[in-house]
């Protein structure tokens, strides 16, 4: 049974829900791309603030692409799973050239999304992390250690749903987890969508082009 029609639903719901953490401070939300990025614009929109993309990149087991042995960003940071890692015997050379692969089309998303537009800085400010929902928690759990690099005041991770496990593990790592429904059992994230098409990569970079054209920023490059 589905809980929200789309992802603007989600969002609208969403917003809702994050309103009182956002009151006071300064925030930024940053949508886990893809599918969270039109979710973040969404919510950006109903709370006045500013958005932005996150890009993450999965290091599968070679030849195993269903196994994840780390986690990587642009900027260079690598969350391991050593566990994975020994488990299936992966060298460190194998390692960086398959970690690398996965940093290059990183780097390839991000132009695509951004152009010449610099990332936010996010030094002392409430960042939220949001996506259109939580599996796992690896990849969720990845970003909020790639945020805590840039030293913001708080990490926060808002979804519309995500099982409960997950939002127990989350809660060791951000300062806090909002999610709107933790049903049981819990087999994907798009079961509780009545649409769930996927999110294109013209589709962020028109979201993250309207706020760009919303927000004036110091930083960015115009």
């Not at 059992?185 to 013209?202: E, M, S």
């Given at each position: 049974?589905?809980?929200?029609?789309?992802?603007?639903?989600?969002?609208?719901?969403?917003?809702?829900?994050?309103?009182?953490?956002?009151e006071?401070?300064?925030?930024?939300?940053?949508?886990?791309?893809?599918?969270?990025?039109?979710?973040?614009?969404?919510?950006?929109?109903a709370?006045?603030?500013?958005?932005?993309?996150?890009?993450?990149?999965k290091?599968?087991?070679?030849?195993?692409?269903?196994?994840?042995?780390?986690?990587?960003?642009?900027?260079?940071?690598?969350?391991?799973?050593?566990?994975?890692?020994?488990?299936?015997?992966v060298?460190?050379?194998?390692?960086?050239?398959?970690?690398?692969?996965?940093?290059?089309?990183?780097?390839?998303?991000?132009?695509?999304?951004?152009?010449?537009?610099?990332?936010?800085?996010?030094?002392?400010?409430?960042?939220?992390?949001?996506?259109?929902?939580?599996?796992?928690?690896?990849?969720?759990?990845?970003?909020?250690?790639?945020?805590?690099?840039?030293?913001?005041?708080?990490?926060?991770?808002?979804?519309?749903?995500?099982p409960?496990?997950?939002?127990?593990?989350l809660r060791?790592?951000?300062?806090?987890?909002?999610?709107?429904?933790?049903?049981?059992?819990?087999?994907?994230?798009?079961?509780?969508?009545?649409?769930?098409?996927?999110?294109?990569?013209?589709?962020?970079?028109?979201?993250?082009?309207r706020?760009?054209?919303?927000?004036?920023?110091?930083?960015?490059?115009?």
């Open positions: 049974m589905a809980l929200f029609r789309d992802r603007t639903d989600a969002a609208r719901h969403l917003a809702a829900k994050l309103l009182p953490y956002a006071g401070h300064r925030v930024v939300l940053l949508g886990l791309a893809p599918g969270g990025v039109p979710i973040a614009e969404q919510v950006a929109l709370l006045g603030v500013d958005f932005d993309v996150l890009v993450m990149g290091v599968a087991v070679p030849g195993r692409r269903d196994l994840t042995m780390a986690m990587v960003t642009s900027g260079g940071l690598e969350i391991v799973s050593q566990d994975v890692v020994d488990e299936f015997a060298g460190p050379e194998t390692f960086r050239r398959t970690a690398e692969d996965a940093r290059r089309e990183i780097l390839r998303r991000e132009e695509i999304y951004r152009g010449d537009h610099e990332p936010q800085d996010l030094t002392g400010k409430m960042v939220v992390l949001v996506d259109e929902g939580v599996a796992t928690g690896t990849t969720m759990r990845a970003a909020v250690e790639a945020v805590r690099a840039h030293c913001p005041a708080r990490v926060l991770v808002g979804v519309p749903v995500a409960i496990l997950a939002c127990e593990e060791r790592v951000a300062d806090a987890v909002i999610a709107l429904h933790t049903p049981q059992p819990f087999y994907g994230i798009g079961q509780w969508y009545d649409q769930f098409p996927n999110t294109t990569d013209d589709e962020v970079r028109a979201a993250l082009a706020n760009w054209r919303s927000f004036v920023r110091p930083d960015a490059s115009l």
